[in-house]
């Protein structure tokens, strides 16, 4: 999803032939019939310093939608008008309950904000898109079924990265899944875990938080501490304030989201794409497939973990699935024990496993 969209008929002339970026005077549109969703917007518009537009439907929006800085739409709201860039944010409620990532990614939402509990984030969201930063590539790493291998490929992809001298960020998406520090074998590597984040707000500063989080090879991490103790929770704000600062402080941000519902929504729809880890066997291919029913709009691709006796070949998986096949993720001898030695690392230097980071690092066709 090309994060710069093309101006519209109204919009200033581009200049020295860069992207279009909205000026400060630039105004949000929202377009809901909903009393509760207008009445919460203008307040949040207002803490933003913004000037907001409100139409009640979308024929009356086309007019003001390729001008405007950012277009919010409300959950009541099921057409777009024809050849518009697609909203910036989806509004709505907790009564909508799932419906609304489901109809995000129908119509192509970039975000999803449940108010009131997103207020904050929003608000912030607002004040950047009127003087947007430039940020790096998101890239979000997701297993099609439990033991997939994702964490795996997402550190390898982050240690290649970083190997080529991009500023990287690999951050763990999964609070069950046992840290991904473990695997990194930097449990002792002093520096921030996502516990410490909890409750944070507002902007935070890209190098401040980078000098915070610990280091691994080559690239820093945020992590899930890989104690037995209890998860705590970080909200939906504070995931999307830490990754904003991450976003603009490197190159490439690379998250390893896990499968849960609620990381799938807290990170999967941060990110610009998205790679697919599934073994090459049948059970995999049917929960693979179901995953991507979720996952929001933005580029997808596969990857089909090698395995030895694996009943299906990497394309019947990718056809099966309906995603584009991406790479096959080769079989690495003692690969079971490097990962319970925290040795992943190692592993990634094999010749097999930099030809398949360096194709997945091609995702962005030049970008990193």
């Known amino acids: 999803m090309n994060r710069h969209q093309p101006p519209g008929p109204d919009s200033p002339p581009p200049q020295d032939g860069g992207p279009w970026i909205p000026g400060e005077s630039a105004e949000t549109l929202l377009v809901t019939g909903a009393d509760v969703l207008r009445g919460e917007v203008e307040r949040i518009v207002a803490a933003a310093g913004g000037h907001l537009r409100t139409v009640r439907d979308a024929a009356n929006a086309a007019p003001f939608w390729d001008a405007a800085g950012a277009v919010l739409v409300g959950s009541d709201i099921r057409e777009l008008p024809l050849r518009r860039r697609a909203p910036a944010v989806l509004v709505g409620v907790k009564d909508d309950g799932d419906g609304l990532w489901q109809l995000a990614a129908a119509i192509g939402a970039e975000r999803v904000a449940v108010l009131p509990d997103a207020a904050a984030w929003l608000a912030e969201y607002l004040?950047?898109?009127?003087?947007?930063?430039?940020?790096?590539?998101?890239?979000?790493?997701?297993?099609?079924?439990?033991?997939?291998?994702?964490?795996?490929?997402?550190?390898?992809?982050?240690?290649?990265?970083?190997?080529?001298?991009?500023?990287?960020?690999?951050?763990?998406?999964?609070?069950?899944?046992?840290?991904?520090?473990?695997?990194?074998?930097?449990?002792?590597?002093?520096?921030?875990?996502?516990?410490?984040?909890?409750?944070?707000?507002?902007?935070?500063?890209?190098?401040?938080?980078?000098?915070?989080?610990?280091?691994?090879?080559?690239?820093?991490?945020?992590?899930?501490?890989?104690?037995?103790?209890?998860?705590a929770g970080v909200d939906a704000t504070s995931v999307a304030v830490v990754l904003d600062a991450a976003r603009r402080g490197s190159e490439l941000v690379v998250l390893d989201i896990g499968r849960g519902r609620e990381a799938v929504?807290?990170?999967?729809?941060?990110?610009?794409?998205i790679v697919v880890v599934a073994p090459a066997r049948l059970r995999a291919a049917v929960a693979t497939a179901r995953l991507a029913q979720e996952l929001p709009p933005v580029d997808t691709t596969l990857v089909?973990?090698?395995?030895?006796?694996?009943?299906?070949?990497?394309?019947?998986?990718?056809?099966?699935?309906?995603?584009?096949?991406?790479?096959?993720?080769?079989?690495?001898?003692?690969?079971?024990?490097?990962?319970?030695?925290?040795?992943?690392?190692?592993?990634?230097?094999?010749?097999?496993?930099?030809?398949?980071?360096?194709?997945?690092?091609?995702?962005?066709?030049?970008?990193?």
């Open 127 to 231: 004040s950047r898109s009127r003087a947007p930063e430039a940020g790096g590539l998101v890239v979000g790493v997701t297993g099609g079924c439990g033991g997939a291998g994702a964490t795996t490929a997402a550190i390898w992809v982050a240690q290649a990265a970083a190997g080529l001298g991009a500023r990287v960020v690999l951050i763990d998406g999964d609070p069950w899944g046992g840290g991904l520090e473990l695997a990194l074998a930097a449990e002792d590597a002093p520096g921030l875990r996502w516990p410490d984040l909890a409750g944070a707000s507002g902007s935070i500063d890209p190098a401040q938080l980078d000098d915070a989080l610990p280091k691994a090879g080559g690239f820093s991490f945020l992590s899930w501490p890989g104690t037995r103790d209890g998860a």
């Open 304 to 368: 089909v973990r090698a395995s030895p006796g694996a009943a299906l070949d990497a394309p019947l998986i990718a056809e099966s699935v309906g995603l584009p096949l991406h790479g096959v993720m080769p079989e690495i001898k003692g690969l079971a024990a490097a990962t319970e030695l925290g040795r992943l690392l190692d592993a990634g230097r094999q010749r097999s496993v930099r030809r398949l980071t360096a194709g997945l690092l091609d995702l962005d066709r030049g970008d990193v």
């Open 265 to 273: 929504r807290s990170f999967a729809w941060e990110c610009d794409r």
